[in-house]
């Protein structure tokens, strides 16, 4: 059975930085295309970035860009977001998403999400 | 970046109607759409992907439609469990993007 379990959630200062983690269980991260994706509270899905299953390629966000790196570990099947230069509206459930294949193409498995919330 | 919109923003709807939300990519993005249904408090699942494809366990009564520029979502034969937001996302290309989504409500 496919499990995602994000953390590293918390509250943070404007221009501060925090780093979540998503570890996955039931399948190698190693053979698909990761993602995370943020909602804003009471808002719609926001794509963040992307990574595909070796690596090469990654994208993110224009929002994001530049601020938010993304990467992953194979020996311990984890993906990662280092968020740095954190703004208040990056205040969201950030969600961790396994592909359905290995390029990129649907977040076909998700996380519960956690809650980043930047304020002074 | 391809920019997506959907319309309607929101639909009262009754059990037992038909349903039809519009998806539009600001640029041709072939059938690399998918559909995803979202409760409150919980994570999206994904209805349709590759624009038509009905995803294994998704009740038939979801079927999408389009290519290119614009799609379609059609719900028929509402049922209470269908009352949830709708999203559309691209990806023909990075970055992937959302629709706003479409929030359907009991009339």
């Known amino acids: 059975e496919v499990q995602l379990v994000e953390s590293g959630g918390a509250l943070a200062q404007p221009g501060g930085s925090l780093r979540l983690s998503c570890a996955a269980s039931g399948f190698s991260i190693d053979d698909y295309a990761m993602h995370w994706v943020r909602q804003a509270p009471g808002k719609g899905l926001e794509w963040v970035s992307g990574?595909?299953?070796?690596?090469?390629?990654?994208d993110y966000a224009d929002s994001v860009k530049g601020r938010f790196t993304i990467s992953r570990d194979s020996a311990k099947n984890a993906l990662y977001l280092q968020m740095d230069s954190l703004r208040t509206e990056d205040t969201a459930v950030y969600y961790c998403?396994?592909?359905?294949?290995?390029?990129?193409?649907?977040?076909?498995?998700w996380g519960q999400g956690t809650l980043v919330t930047v304020s002074s | 970046d391809i920019q997506m919109t959907q319309s309607p923003s929101s639909v009262s709807a009754s059990v037992g109607d038909r349903v039809t939300i519009t998806c539009r990519a600001s640029h041709g993005i072939s059938t690399w759409l998918t559909w995803y249904q979202q409760k409150p408090g919980k994570t999206p699942k994904v209805l349709i992907y590759a624009a038509a494809g009905l995803q294994g366990g998704v009740s038939s009564r979801f079927s999408g439609s389009g290519s290119g520029t614009d799609f379609t979502l059609t719900i028929t034969n509402l049922q209470p469990d269908d009352f949830a937001t709708y999203y559309c996302?691209?990806?023909?290309?990075?970055?992937?993007?959302f629709g706003p989504g479409t929030k359907v409500e009991i009339k």
């Open positions: 998403a396994k592909d359905k294949g290995r390029f990129g193409e649907l977040m076909l498995d």
């Open positions: 990574i595909s299953w070796d690596s090469p390629f990654i």
């Open positions: 996302q691209q990806s023909n290309r990075f970055p992937f993007t």
